[in-house]
């Protein structure tokens, strides 16, 4: 079975005093608002609408947590990088983003999102900052792989996994399409191994923790 295949919603949180309190091991997702990543979420789980997809950019504007069936949590991040929001809520996601990343105890690795066409924005690049310094885990998914020729593809990973090497021994890269559910296998190879790791992945989620609304004011 997927790794995400039973994944249960849990709860959404605007402000970081409504995250759940930090409990099981945590695998966040990230990305730009068009970069795809309501669509590899959906593609990983086998569903077309575990995560929001709209056809309009930024309209993920929650922290959205999942359950998953084997334990541990699925933590979809706001969209960012959109044009067309205030700048205030920005600038509140923005804070949201980088506190979360670089203070949440229960992460033990982010999934970053980037079209493979457009990759390594200056918000992506922003976001390793934030996250790297962590000593955690990243997996760069470059969505939409379907979109270039294998050879352009190959290119511009291998262009990615260069770019990352300087950055992190510990940030990885692949190619992704969700049509097709192409690179499904190995990013959940990546995933398992990161909940594996941390005590999770192997066995049926518990049915009592981490109840939806339960506040986390201390550790986020």
Known sequence: MSLFQNATYLASAHRLDEVPAPGEPEVAFAGRSNAGKSSAINALANRTRLAFVSKTPGRTQQINFFRLARGGLLVDLPGYGYAKVPDAL?????????????????LCGLVLVMDVRHPL????????RWFLPTG?????LLTKADKLTRREGALTLEQVRTKLGALSERATAQLFASPGRAGVAEAERVIAGWLAAAGAGNKEAPSQRGKPGAKGLKGI
């Not at 920005?90 to 949440?104: A, D, G, N, P, V």
């Open 136 to 140: 955690r885990p990243v997996h760069v």
């Open 90 to 106: 920005r600038r509140h996601w923005e804070e949201i983003l980088s506190r979360f990343l670089q203070t949440r105890p229960t």
């Open 121 to 128: 924005t200056e918000r992506d690049e922003m976001m390793l």
